[in-house]
């Protein structure tokens, strides 16, 4: 459920018609639902009601400072990939035990920021890393806790660009070699075991994958602590799916999720940490544009937006499908064509929808593209130089803009001519 509704012949967001914020912020622009946001957030920490736990919101699903702050006053803390996530989060406000660092490639500066800063786990996925976080702890007399990312081997069945639970992908350490790995991670220097960490992939739609992965995750924290190592906490990943379109099948809520970690890993005693990104900010965020053109083609007519691949890829790169509808509320029963709905980009991959059926629109007229919100603005780029796509959040009757669109002088001031040239 989200918070962008028709009332009065006109698309709000929570209470506010998103044509009042295309005036005043122009399109493109991605509109985000505080209420949306906060609603999700607390749905997944009701389903682990009852166990020791921490929700981490993945912020590169959605890393504007604005909505870290708000999921974070909820109660949130925060996984992140990157040490540009890390200082964003403690730029935000939330404090380093309530963040957990994952990703492949960790450098020894991300370490040392995250060390320094304070940090609740690194997520090791790697032998290498394990070694290099030792190094750098030892260097500054520290100790890092963390957890070592398995890979179960279990299949996602979710797009291939999003799945990483398969013995193929680059992530984590085989869940075959889980003991050995432990056992280096015990003998080394700064290194404090605390937990598992396991994520197998995004968009799940199914939970018998959650469900295989977490069954392993169970089985590896008895063996493991037979073998004398601290198992206390279990970080089980993000990935739970949503509906994009009304169409869909339904997937799995929160509820049955909590549930379904309860059933698995419930009777081991550990702290649980989950890491949803897309479920918390997916159908919490749209993105407005505006008709340029409506052009006829000889095959196809086409519906050329302000918007682009640039500030959406989605689309262009994993074929995803966002639901586009017009602002202006259409006319029950008004008869609906096909078009193709593209942006001005010189690329051919710069194409939306193919053959969408939409009720008649006009030039200016504002569409707007659901479930935008997670994987939309923290992808856009300036390519073609088309400036950073704003960002607005709203609350109530009242919304901000929380990342302005830049000027073009802005955009080119940030290149530089030689002195040579
Ligand atoms: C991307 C990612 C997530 C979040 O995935 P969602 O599908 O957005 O819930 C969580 N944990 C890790 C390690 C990730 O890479």
Not at 284 to 296: D, E, F, M, N
């Amino acid at each position: 459920m989200d918070h962008f509704l028709y009332r009065d012949g006109q698309l709000h967001a929570e209470d506010v018609p998103l044509s009042v914020i295309a005036d005043a912020v122009g399109t493109p622009v991605y509109v985000y639902s505080s209420a949306t946001l906060l609603r999700h957030f607390r749905l997944f920490d009701e389903a682990l009601d009852g166990l020791d736990h921490l929700v981490c919101f993945a912020m590169k699903s959605l890393s504007n400072l604005a909505v870290l702050k708000l999921l974070a006053g909820a109660g949130a803390g925060m996984d992140v990939v990157s040490g540009g996530e890390y200082a964003r989060a403690r730029a935000a406000g939330v404090p380093g035990e309530r963040i957990v660092f994952s990703g492949v490639g960790k450098t020894a500066d991300e370490m040392r920021a995250a060390l320094k800063g304070g940090i609740r786990q690194f997520n090791v996925e790697s032998e290498p890393e394990l070694r290099r976080l030792s190094e750098v702890a030892t260097g500054m007399s520290a100790v890092a806790p963390i957890t070592l990312r398995v890979n179960p081997d279990v299949d996602a069945r979710t797009h291939e660009k999003i799945a990483t639970g398969k013995a193929d992908t680059k992530f984590g350490i085989p869940i075959s070699r889980a003991r050995e790995v432990y056992a280096e991670a015990a003998r080394l220097p700064g290194i404090e075991v605390v937990g598992i960490d396991v994520h197998i992939g995004s968009q799940l739609t199914d939970l018998a994958p959650f469900e295989a992965a977490y069954r392993r995750v169970a089985e590896l924290t008895e063996v493991l602590r037979a073998d004398g190592h601290r198992i206390d906490r279990l970080d089980l990943g993000g990935g739970l799916g949503i509906p994009y379109t009304a169409s869909n099948e339904v997937p799995p809520l929160p509820t049955e999720y909590g549930a379904l970690i309860k059933r698995t890993v419930g009777h081991l005693g550990c702290e649980v940490e989950i890491e949803p990104g897309r479920l918390i900010s997916g159908n919490a965020g749209l993105l407005l544009t505006s008709v340029i053109y409506l052009k006829s083609g000889e095959a196809r007519d086409f519906l050329i937006l302000d918007g682009a691949m640039n500030d959406l890829i989605r689309p262009a790169m994993y074929d995803a499908w966002h639901d586009i509808v017009p602002v202006r509320e259409p006319a029950p029963g008004v008869e609906r064509a096909p078009y193709d709905i593209v942006g001005p980009v010189c690329e051919t991959g710069d194409i939306f929808a193919k053959g969408r059926m939409m009720p008649p629109l006009s030039e200016g007229d504002l569409v707007a593209f659901r479930s935008a919100g997670a994987y939309g603005a923290v992808m856009a780029s300036e390519y073609n130089s088309r400036p950073l796509v704003p960002e607005v959040l709203v609350q109530g009757d009242q919304f901000a803009v929380i990342r302005r669109r830049p000027t073009f002088d802005e955009m080119i001031a940030r290149d530089t001519i030689p002195e040579w040239l």
